[in-house]
């Protein structure tokens, strides 16, 4: 079958679901129930609570509505039949009044159940696999994703053609759960959320904030190789600067409320760009001076609502990694191919090659000249051809203030997800009435790109650790090293070892607790350390350790200087490999 051919599959799981369900639980009211990615969901307002305990029998029921083999019928009717039929279903009724005049009101039936519903599905329940499908958890939506609305009780489900479809997509969600980077952050001691203190932000500990401070150096160190200087800006600006920016027009519902100080209202930044624009204004520009690239790692804190904070995936405060290039329009296309190359070096860096670009153009709603848009969406264009990307086109799917580039990786899953972007900004330098002075003494306007490699630092670390699961490459554990000595008489030589790691700038500890030594190894293994040292007479005699590597190779006896110089050559290569 074709794409929409399973879509129309999972969509009509979930009318059958929704039929067990207020089967099974008169009283219940249904919302909305579409085809999702790998599945299908409803929601529900229910007389009782549900929860996975109560999957078998929904399941159950299912299956026995599947058998009878039942034609999914579409039929037309009139708003006022529409009302009729929904009469006892309030969500289906606003859903009904919020439909334009001239549409078509449609609903599908399979037996007794009827829902308010455009389609398509297949054309009888036995269409649907019933050893294919599963439903897999339970969570709470707000009706309409309004926090003010009610919260309604979310059923998730799967559907496949095939029962080896589901058993394989079933083996899937296992591994995506043992790489959940929630799940590991605990487990290896990265990082911590305290709702009690404020939800979406984020406390690293000690381990992931050396792996931050790894990836906070290399990102440093590259961009003043590629011709950056390094901002630090403020984290409040006053009430005009938003107003200027356009903030508080389009985007006061997700910044935090003002604070009143000294009888002028600040704002928490939501984005640094207005900042960096402040720091061009300080003086007249000179076409000499351009192109000028600025850089931060700019922390900004915006206001998402509860319901879609999601460990460090979805957070209220974050590390933006941030850049800003004002350039003139000749030197437009060179910087934005150095920036897609430069993105890509760095995703590769870090394990990343499966890399996907999404081109969006003008909007009919757009402010900037015709002129500019066609120049800059070109040099976007020519840049992802001439470094031979994948790419698709969203025709009008550019902010109204200029084109993009957005970079989509895939992890180790094959899972896509959105990262670096490439923004062009006809807007910022009009309300901020940013110049500079061209060679024929003129001043003009200068281009404005938005640019952010790795996007926020949260986000990213979360990405990373899912696709690594926990397990980093060298240069970025932040234990690369566990000296497990095999009795309390080697622990001296177990000090110099981790010695002679740190003084060549490598992390390194050693295990001297009372443990025994297999349950040091274990634990050193639990934690994903690269190399586990252990180390007794031998090793002391002749300065040397027996390496386990993480995974299970083993090496006997390895001259102990040589494989911390082993370790600094992969950690200088930033090598993904042991």
Known sequence: MSRLDIERVRHSAAHVMADAVMRLFPGTKVAIGPAIENGFYYDFELPRPVGQEDFDKIESLMAEIIAKDLPFEKQVVSREEARELFKDQPYKLEILDDLPDDAEVSVYRHGDFVDLCRGPHVERTSQINPKAFKLLSVAGAYWRGDEKRPMLVRIYGTAWHTPKELRQYLEHLKEVEKRDHRRLGKELDLFS????????????????????????????????????????????????????????????????????????????????????????KTHMRSYRELPLRWAELGTVYRYERSGVLHGLLRVRGFTQDDAHIFCTPSQVEDEILETLRFSLFMWKTFGFSDVKAYLSTRPEKS???????????????????????????????????????????????????????????????ERFDITFVDADGKEKRPYMVHRALLGS????????????????????????????????????????????FRSRGLRAEADLSSDRMNAKIRKAQTSKVPYTLIVGEK????????????????????????????????????????
């Open 457 to 500: 630092l949260e986000r990213f670390f979360g990405v990373l650790t899912e696709h690594y699961a926990g397990a980093f490459p060298l240069w970025l554990a932040p234990v690369q090293a566990v000296v497990v000595p095999v009795a309390d008489a080697f622990n001296d030589y177990a000090h110099d070892v981790v010695r002679a």
């Open 193 to 280: 959320v305290h709702e009690e203190a404020g939800p979406g932000l984020i406390y690293w500990h000690p381990k992931g904030a050396r792996i931050r401070l790894e990836i906070e150096d290399f990102w440093r160190r590259q961009h003043l190789a590629n011709g950056y200087d390094i901002l630090y800006t403020p984290h409040v600006g006053k009430s005009w600067l938003w107003e200027t920016s356009g903030h508080l027009s389009f985007y006061k519902e997700n910044m935090y409320a003002p604070m009143e100080i000294d009888k002028s209202d600040y704002y928490v930044k939501p984005m640094n760009c207005p900042f960096h624009i402040l720091i061009y």
């Open 367 to 429: 402010v900037g000249e015709e002129e500019r848009w066609e120049q800059a969406t070109e040099a976007l264009r020519r840049a992802i051809e001439k470094e031979g990307l994948e790419y698709e086109v969203d025709e009008g799917g550019g902010a109204f203030y200029g084109p993009k580039i957005d970079l989509k990786i895939k992890d180790a899953l094959g899972r896509e997800w959105q990262t670096s972007t490439i923004q062009f900004d006809f807007n910022l330098p």
């Open 539 to 578: 090793e002391k005699e002749s300065s040397s350790v027996s390496v386990r590597v993480r995974g299970g190779e083993q090496r006997q006896g390895v001259a102990l200087d040589d494989f911390v110089a082993s370790c600094v050559m992969r950690v200088s290569e930033r090598s993904l490999e042991l």
